[in-house]
């Protein structure tokens, strides 16, 4: 699993954010576009892409999407 | 002294209950046993059918089948005794936007929510399973008509189970077999943690509901018992809300 691949699909996510705001340190959550609609969609990315289940919660708990690749990748 | 007045009572009556190893078909298949029924119980976990089994008074069966897999399906057919009742209650939960949906998550939620329960049904009949004047129930979900974020293969599954069950009503009129589905709002099972929701969210969202709260699994069992009982013979192609109230889900 690599970095700016994860950021890359994690950016891919939203359509009204432009990728270049998204990069590992962005605190994901205060993003306009964020919503719990978001989150389900990067749990549905993290099976589908990378084999791994996370929660609504663990999403939580992480503040930069950096945070969320280590969460996803350290599964 | 007069016997009490029970037009409830499920004694004498064969029952089948899929998906009985939890959540709302376990407790179904208890709730029946203790209306006195004979009750044959599958699911896929031998331990926790087992487990249900143990909490059953009577004398009941279990049989353990995958119903998405049909030599699993014909093996349980086999093993039957003919049924005055069959409650189609095995299915699975899926929260995945729009946006996310694959080939993959629509087989994962169609196949146990949809396939599996039409081609049981298609094999109980096919053996001649299905008594006369028996009752058929199939637990659908007012997600069917109830739209929510993440929610559109599971509502599409259920959905795709009530169009079906209205038709299979019509089709086993004429030997009074009747065929209702029930809709639940959110019950308290492991399913409504699909999606990434914790107990915390869902505790919250509960106090939305005009009761005040979610159902619990001995809700649905005691509405089951209602339509597999002789008091519900009038009733059949119909899909009864069952929701504390909740428009939405």
Same mark, same amino acid.
């Given at each position: 699993?690599?970095?700016?691949?994860?950021?890359?699909?994690?950016?891919?996510?939203?359509?009204?954010?432009?990728?270049?705001?998204?990069?590992?340190?962005?605190?994901?959550?205060?993003?306009?576009?964020? &919503?719990?609609?978001?989150?389900?969609?990067?749990?549905?990315?993290?099976?589908?892409?990378?084999?791994?289940?996370?929660?609504?919660?663990?999403?939580?708990?992480?503040?930069?999407?950096?945070?969320?690749?280590?969460?996803? &990748?350290?599964? | 002294?007069?016997?009490?007045?029970?037009?409830?009572?499920? @004694?004498?009556?064969?029952?089948?209950?899929?998906?009985? *190893?939890?959540?709302?078909?376990?407790?179904?298949?208890? #709730?029946?046993?203790?209306?006195? #029924?004979?009750?044959?119980?599958?699911?896929?976990?031998?331990?926790?059918?087992?487990?249900?089994?143990?909490?059953?008074?009577?004398?009941?069966?279990?049989?353990?089948?995958?119903?998405?897999?049909?030599?699993?399906?014909?093996?349980?057919?086999?093993?039957?005794?003919?049924?005055?009742?069959?409650?189609?209650?095995?299915?699975?939960?899926?929260?995945?936007?729009?946006?996310?949906?694959?080939?993959?998550?629509? #087989?994962?939620?169609?196949?146990?929510?949809? @396939?599996?329960?039409?081609?049981?049904?298609?094999? %109980?009949? @096919?053996?001649?399973?299905?008594?006369?004047?028996? *009752?058929?129930?199939?637990?659908? *979900?007012?997600?069917?008509?109830?739209?929510?974020?993440?929610?559109?293969?599971?509502?599409?599954?259920?959905?795709?189970?009530?169009?079906?069950?209205?038709?299979?009503?019509?089709?086993? #009129?004429?030997?009074?077999?009747?065929?209702?589905?029930?809709?639940?709002?959110?019950?308290?099972?492991? %399913?409504?943690?699909?999606?990434?929701?914790?107990?915390?969210?869902?505790?919250?969202?509960? @106090?939305?509901?005009? %009761?005040?709260?979610?159902?619990?699994?001995?809700?649905?069992?005691?509405?089951?018992?209602?339509?597999?009982?002789?008091?519900?013979?009038?009733?059949?192609?119909?899909?009864?809300?069952?929701?504390?109230?909740?428009?939405?889900?």
């Amino acid at each position: 699993m690599e970095l700016n691949e994860f950021i890359a699909n994690f950016a891919n996510q939203f359509d009204d954010t432009d990728a270049s705001e998204i990069t590992a340190s962005t605190a994901f959550h205060d993003l306009d576009e964020w &919503s719990s609609l978001t989150g389900m969609g990067v749990i549905a990315m993290a099976k589908t892409v990378y084999g791994k289940t996370i929660t609504g919660a663990e999403i939580r708990s992480c503040d930069t999407v950096e945070n969320l690749f280590n969460l996803i &990748s350290n599964k | 002294m007069a016997e009490v007045f029970n037009p409830f009572s499920l @004694q004498g009556k064969t029952i089948l209950v899929t998906g009985a *190893s939890a959540g709302i078909g376990k407790a179904i298949a208890i #709730a029946c046993a203790r209306m006195g #029924a004979r009750v044959v119980v599958t699911a896929r976990n031998e331990a926790r059918l087992e487990a249900t089994l143990a909490e059953m008074p009577g004398d009941n069966l279990a049989v353990k089948a995958d119903l998405t897999v049909a030599a699993d399906i014909d093996a349980l057919v086999a093993a039957l005794p003919t049924l005055d009742g069959v409650v189609q209650c095995a299915g699975v939960g899926s929260r995945v936007p729009c946006k996310m949906i694959s080939a993959a998550d629509i #087989a994962e939620v169609m196949q146990p929510n949809f @396939q599996a329960p039409v081609l049981l049904q298609t094999a %109980l009949l @096919q053996a001649r399973k299905i008594n006369k004047e028996a *009752s058929i129930v199939f637990i659908a *979900s007012r997600a069917a008509n109830a739209p929510s974020k993440g929610n559109a293969v599971y509502s599409a599954s259920k959905g795709a189970i009530l169009s079906y069950a209205k038709c299979l009503a019509l089709e086993l #009129a004429p030997r009074l077999i009747r065929v209702n589905c029930i809709c639940p709002a959110m019950v308290w099972t492991n %399913l409504i943690f699909e999606g990434g929701l914790t107990e915390e969210d869902l505790h919250t969202e509960e @106090q939305k509901y005009p %009761l005040k709260r979610y159902g619990k699994p001995e809700d649905v069992a005691n509405l089951c018992i209602y339509l597999l009982s002789d008091a519900s013979t009038w009733m059949t192609g119909s899909a009864i809300d069952l929701t504390g109230g909740a428009r939405e889900l």
